[in-house]
């Protein structure tokens, strides 16, 4: 659908809306090869940089919401963190973003200053190594934590995703791209929303979360704290274990790998339970926390992987994952996962 659409030419459009004092002398995709999100490096004239993230999914208010709020954290983040995310470029004091709608495509750009990358975290983490990236979760959440009165309002709520999730499920395009498995999705929802409702996740806070941590998304320092985070696609406002799932994946005993699955296997790992007493250590869990893991990685599977994963995914990408959805995600849950385990490790 979109093979012929002149993205750089949107992007193009988006900067000399901006500021076309400033002439492009080239754009460069540099996008994820995994991925169907754009991201571009322009180069001025002058050889300043600056990074474009164009997208298309989802909803326009929803992704202004997103990037305003993290802008506002990045600017008000305190040390060791005020420079650990990328800042938006504004305009007129607000955040830029650039609208381009057509009979076939409506696209957002937003604007990035280039952000300092240190080293990448090993593929394999070292037992001192999970030790320190708990602590660094740990100390980031509390960071976030201190400055979230202080952040925009958000309006978007786990909640709201299931329930578009269900309306797609209703339309004949979805019903059509998950024959077969409707009912399961439907249950796969009525469990979550009931299991969270048991749990009490309202009345738990809420901060800022990034939720995909591969290490090709973040950088550490020599000492392996952490120096730098971008790629925002997945952020939202939520409880911070939303978190946990992707640094069980960093930590385990398989460690990154081209080729990948989300199996909840990582989050019963002892190498994961190392990384969970040391963020503990730093900023104290809750039982209640503990036990809604289960339901942040339902929640995962079925937003990032049943409702969006062809957005988020290349199509051979997201056809696997969502074969291994429904026969191996899902159906294994509850015997693989618990919480029990994590619950006395932690002696809560």
């Excluded at 004239?45 to 993290?70: N, Q």
């Excluded at 305009?91 to 200053?113: C, M």
């Excluded at 320190?132 to 909640?159: D, M, R, S, W, Y």
Aim: glycine residues 2%; contains cysteine.
């Amino acid at each position: 659908m979109y093979q012929n659409i002149d993205f750089i030419k949107i992007i193009e459009d988006a900067w000399y809306e901006y500021d076309s004092s400033r002439k492009i002398k080239t754009i460069e995709d540099i996008s994820a090869k995994v991925s169907t999100n754009h991201v571009y490096r322009v180069r001025f004239e002058d050889e300043d940089i600056i990074i474009a993230k164009l997208s298309y999914f989802g909803r326009f208010d929803h992704f202004v919401e997103d990037h305003t709020i993290i802008n506002a954290l990045a600017n008000n983040l305190h040390a060791p963190f005020e420079n650990f995310l990328a800042k938006s470029l504004t305009k007129y004091g607000q955040l830029y973003v650039y609208r381009h709608k057509d009979s076939l495509l409506d696209a957002w750009v937003v604007f990035y200053n280039p952000i300092q990358i240190d080293q990448k975290p090993e593929r394999k983490q070292s037992d001192s190594q999970i030790i320190i990236l708990g602590e660094e979760l740990a100390k980031f959440h509390k960071a976030c934590n201190k400055v979230k009165n202080t952040l925009p309002p958000t309006f978007k709520q786990t909640e709201n995703d299931i329930d578009h999730l269900l309306e797609i499920l209703e339309t004949d395009h979805g019903k059509f791209e998950h024959r077969g498995h409707v009912d399961s999705i439907k249950k796969q929802c009525a469990l979550f929303l009931e299991n969270c409702d048991k749990i009490g996740v309202s009345e738990m806070p809420s901060i800022p979360v990034f939720v995909d941590w591969n290490i090709g998304n973040f950088s550490i320092n020599k000492d392996y704290r952490f120096f730098s985070r971008w790629d925002y696609d997945w952020f939202r406002m939520s409880t911070r274990v939303m978190d946990f799932y992707f640094f069980s994946r960093v930590c385990s005993t398989i460690g990154d790998r081209t080729i990948f699955s989300y199996l909840v296997d990582p989050l019963m790992e002892d190498r994961f339970i190392t990384f969970l007493k040391a963020y503990h250590k730093v900023y104290p869990l809750t039982a209640q926390e503990i036990k809604i893991i289960k339901e942040t990685y339902r929640f995962f599977i079925l937003n990032y992987v049943i409702k969006d994963g062809r957005y988020f995914f290349h199509e051979l990408y997201a056809s696997r994952l969502q074969f291994e959805a429904h026969e191996t995600y899902f159906p294994t849950l509850d015997k693989s996962f618990n919480e029990e385990k994590l619950l006395k490790a932690l002696d809560l």
